[in-house]
């Protein structure tokens, strides 16, 4: 038989392993080095920067480091430098989901360096897109997962500051293919 300070004792328990990743004492806290800049080439192309849709001006209102668009001539290309372990970070299929679209997951890809990429199909009507993410430190670690880099990050696994990268390739129907 459970008793009511049995009960209790489970109910802080809980609680306290729930807030705990809070209460670790984070090495992720904003970094002092500077902002790099931009690259000028992604996979060998070179990047063409595009302005911020009004969306995504309000989300890198706040945001801890800095987002920018690009277009390599054929595929879009968001990079996202960011200084701490943040929610404000999350998965681009959100995006896509929010703005309508439907989700198909795909396979783990991998870059040109052998960096891992989580990557989904993302159509609305005759709209398809092929999206890869992913984020990686300045000491060689990879994630494919936002969450998983999120608590690596919150947990002093990895520190900052990190890249985060989403490439939106569109799809042709294969008869357009040539």
Not at 13 to 38: R, V
Not at 44 to 51: E, K
Not at 55 to 60: G, L, T, V
Request: a neutral charge; charged letters at 20%.
């Amino acid at each position: 038989m459970i008793t009511l300070s049995h009960r209790a004792f489970v109910v802080i328990a809980a609680l306290a392993s729930a807030a705990s990743p809070l209460l670790a004492t984070s090495h992720s806290a904003p970094t002092a080095t500077p902002f790099p800049g931009w690259p000028a080439t992604h996979d060998g192309r070179r990047l063409t920067p595009l302005p911020l849709t009004a969306r995504e001006q309000s989300f890198a209102d706040g945001f801890p480091g800095h987002i920018a668009r690009f277009t390599d001539g054929h595929r879009e290309i968001i990079l996202r430098h960011v200084t701490t372990a943040t929610r404000r970070l999350h998965p681009a299929s959100d995006c896509y989901k929010g703005l309508g679209y439907e989700i198909e997951p795909l396979s783990l890809r991998r870059d040109a360096n052998g960096q891992p990429l989580g990557c989904f199909s993302a159509h609305k009507g005759e709209t398809r897109h092929t999206v890869c993410e992913g984020l990686r430190d300045g000491k060689g670690a990879a994630w494919s997962d936002i969450s998983q880099w999120y608590w690596d990050a919150l947990l002093g696994r990895s520190n900052g500051p990190w890249w985060s990268i989403v490439i939106a390739e569109p799809e042709y129907p294969i008869s357009d293919r040539s």
